[in-house]
């Protein structure tokens, strides 16, 4: 790791900020003077160009702390050019998560928004997050596949994996940047990452052979919604686990907390991999294969990728039949074919396909299929269960998990009650005059 590590520092493009008082401006570093914390990142000098490298992590390090209330542990750096709205800066929290520490390469407006967060303004709501002291799964190599997690205990549907918070955040805007500009921001957000961070970031797989830091966010990271925006976020101990098209584990990110969770999506043995799906598993197998080798560099080597072709050709075929009947599910019109049994014949596919996680949207089909048509009983029990997988595999702040939980309580209140007695005649003949 160390001699890797020094030959990284050794690619790493010559990047440069002025004196920590002082900017850039038209190739000449000029006198400065800032102003409150808030403001800096506004004001810092927001290089077009590259030279050397003169300020040093301890020299920002110490700037940073002269400033009263300063949230980062470091002066940002900062880039801009033509094709960027707002300069990109990398912001450093070592403190952050109880000093697992953090780096956001993001303009400066959304990484203070990220000062909002719970995970930040109440730190004890991750007082249960990053725990890997008796963690239920061991490390395992895999021929063909790398490391992969194996279930060291048996883990029910629901149960808790992962509860992580991110050790890097960027944002897809800083492609804006040159590449030596973007990987400089990179670079400099690794080394000043807490020593264990870099450590674990340094230990993760990077399978393109370009730029050594490059390669392990790309090959690693998780793509996830903060305020709004899209973000990759690096999970180091997440990274570990690898796909299947079947997986037994699905994954969601709470922005709120900033933390990551990965839960069991049905019961899982003792000795068996603990996978999650990397790609849109609702797709056909050539898709499926096309994408992960494209993207992963790997070939698809699941039992649904390399099942008897006529094994492939039923799954594929079933996958036909769950895109059409959702469509169906989907339409709200008075020719709609919409029926509970429909719904019902839709659970049935996705079960048959094993896709667990997905089943969240097969069974908020069927209880909107059967609030339509005013059968109660049904549809507050199809809420439940798809309010339980939603939370596992969207969220707990998902809106399906918060309109699920209401209409599992009172199906006559909600939107869908009732909506298609007596429609075009194509009812199911079970919800006339409830
Ligand atoms: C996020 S990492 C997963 C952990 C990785 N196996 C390791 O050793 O660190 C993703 C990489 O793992 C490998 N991988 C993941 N799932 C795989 C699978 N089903 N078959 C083969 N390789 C896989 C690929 O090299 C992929 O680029």
């Known amino acids: 790791l160390t001699n890797e590590k020094l030959e990284v520092v050794g690619q790493k493009p010559l990047l440069h900020a002025c004196p920590s008082d002082s900017i850039l401006q038209k190739g000449e570093c000029q006198d400065a003077t800032f102003g409150s914390s808030h403001d800096i990142i506004s004001d810092v000098a927001f290089r077009s160009n590259i030279s050397q490298f003169q300020q040093t992590l301890e020299e920002s390090r110490k700037k940073a702390s002269q400033v009263k209330d300063f949230p980062w542990t470091f002066w940002p750096e900062c880039f801009s050019n033509e094709n960027t709205t707002d300069p990109y800066c990398v912001f450093t929290d070592q403190s952050f998560a109880s000093g697992r520490g953090i780096f956001i390469i993001t303009t400066k407006d959304l990484a203070y928004d990220m000062l909002e967060h719970d995970a930040w303004r109440r730190p004890e709501t991750l007082s249960r997050v990053n725990k890997y002291d008796s963690p239920p799964f061991v490390t395992h190599e895999f021929p063909g596949k790398g490391r992969g997690l194996v279930a060291n205990k048996t883990l029910h549907r629901g149960d808790q994996i992962f509860a992580s918070t991110p050790i890097l955040i960027t944002d897809s805007g800083a492609y804006d940047l040159s590449e030596a500009e973007r990987l400089a921001l990179l670079y400099r957000g690794v080394d000043t990452l807490p020593p264990a961070s870099q450590k674990v970031f340094w230990e993760l797989l990077g399978h393109f052979n370009d730029d050594p830091v490059d390669d392990r966010i790309n090959t690693n990271n998780f793509d996830v919604s903060i305020d709004e925006e899209a973000q990759a976020a690096v999970f180091p101990e997440i990274a570990m ?44 197998r050539a898709r499926r294969v096309k994408k992960l080798k494209r993207n992963w560099g790997f070939d698809c080597s699941c039992s649904t990728c390399t099942a008897h072709p006529s094994l492939v050709s039923e799954s594929d075929t079933r996958l036909g039949e769950i895109a059409a009947l959702s469509t169906i599910l989907d339409d709200w019109t008075i020719d709609s074919e919409a029926t509970p049994e429909a719904a019902e014949l839709l659970i049935s596919l996705y079960e048959q396909e094993r896709l667990h996680a997905n089943l969240a949207t097969a069974y908020k089909h069927a209880a909107e299929a059967y609030s339509s048509f005013g059968k109660k009983w049904e549809a507050m029990r199809y809420a439940r269960l798809s309010a339980e997988m939603s939370m596992l595999d969207k969220g707990f702040g998902d809106s399906d998990v918060k309109e699920m939980r209401e209409m599992s309580l009172r199906p006559e209140l909600s939107w869908s009650w ?17």
Do not use: Q, W
């Open 418 to 434: 009732k909506k298609r007695v007596g429609m075009g005649g194509k009812s199911c003949g079970c919800g006339h005059g409830h």
């Open 241 to 284: 686990l690898n796909h299947d098209c079947r997986p037994n584990a699905a994954y969601a990110f709470d922005e709120r907390t900033m933390t990551h969770y990965v839960h069991a999506v049905r019961d899982i043995m003792p000795g068996e991999e603990i996978t999650i799906t990397y790609i849109d598993n609702e797709m056909e």
